[in-house]
């Protein structure tokens, strides 16, 4: 971590380097190469976790005109199996999104469809949503935005519902004038991120703040036919689309 990197520097100056107590007390110290190393190294856990379902909370704030408006909160049950995965609004089956054996779909429920992105929108989606690694979507590049970010830092450890987290921070950009600041909560048993929050940015200004948390998970066996479309009710978007 960049931060850090003075007290490298002072620890030769006084001529500690042999021992320093601070390296030995602080888990967080280290380069940014060592932290990317170390973030990269909870998130392969994603790869072996085992079939699990729960909910999923998002609250967005909004900030118009620097007032911020009463936050919208939405709940969704989430299943993932492997590669498979997917989230389902409690009030709707409205843009529920799956991804399945034969691919990644949007379901449109007043018109009855699942809507499938080209091969770009695909991996747009992959890494809006945080979706579980396959063969050809690995880990570093769902959470690229995270790993290859210079502003990458762990900031702490802590315990969510019981659960020990490595804390994270980290810049990522929004369009061409905006930024994300993310802090997020990462399981240290799986990877999985318990708690998102981003404070979003256009061109200095605030303009909203995202919480996603994850609740009541629970590790069992899960029907594949929750992961399964129906191919005649499929319609594929046009290969100029973008999110």
């Not at 280290?30 to 909910?55: C, D, M, Q, W, Y």
């Not at 990877?191 to 590790?219: D, I, N, Q």
Request: glycine share 8%.
């Amino acid at each position: 971590m960049k931060h850090l990197s003075w007290l490298f520097a002072l620890g030769l100056v006084a001529g500690v380097v042999a021992s320093p107590v601070w390296a030995q007390q602080d888990p967080l110290a280290g380069t940014v190469a060592e932290t990317r190393a170390r973030v990269l190294a909870i998130l392969k856990r994603l790869e072996t976790v085992g079939p699990f379902h729960g909910t999923s909370v998002t609250t967005v704030t909004g900030v118009v005109e620097g007032e911020s408006k009463p936050p919208v909160t939405a709940t969704s049950r989430i299943w993932q199996k492997g590669p498979y995965y997917r989230l389902e609004p409690v009030k709707s089956k409205e843009g529920t999104l799956i991804k399945g054996p034969s691919g990644f779909y949007l379901y449109q429920e007043r018109a009855d469809i699942y809507v499938q992105p080209p091969d770009f929108g695909r991996e747009a989606m992959f890494q809006e949503f945080k979706l579980p690694p396959d063969a050809s979507t690995g880990v570093e590049r769902i959470w690229s935005d995270m790993l290859d970010s210079p502003a990458l830092k762990i900031i702490g450890t802590d315990v969510l519902d019981g659960k020990p987290v490595t804390v994270v921070t980290y810049t990522a950009s929004l369009y061409v004038v905006g930024q994300n600041d993310v802090k997020c909560w990462l399981w240290n048993d799986n990877g999985l991120a318990l708690k998102t929050e981003e404070k979003s940015s256009l061109s200095g200004a605030a303009v909203g703040t995202k919480v996603t948390e994850l609740h009541e998970l629970v590790f069992e066996d899960i029907p594949d036919s929750l992961f399964a479309v129906p191919p005649e009710k499929v319609q594929k978007l046009p290969e100029n689309w973008h999110p």
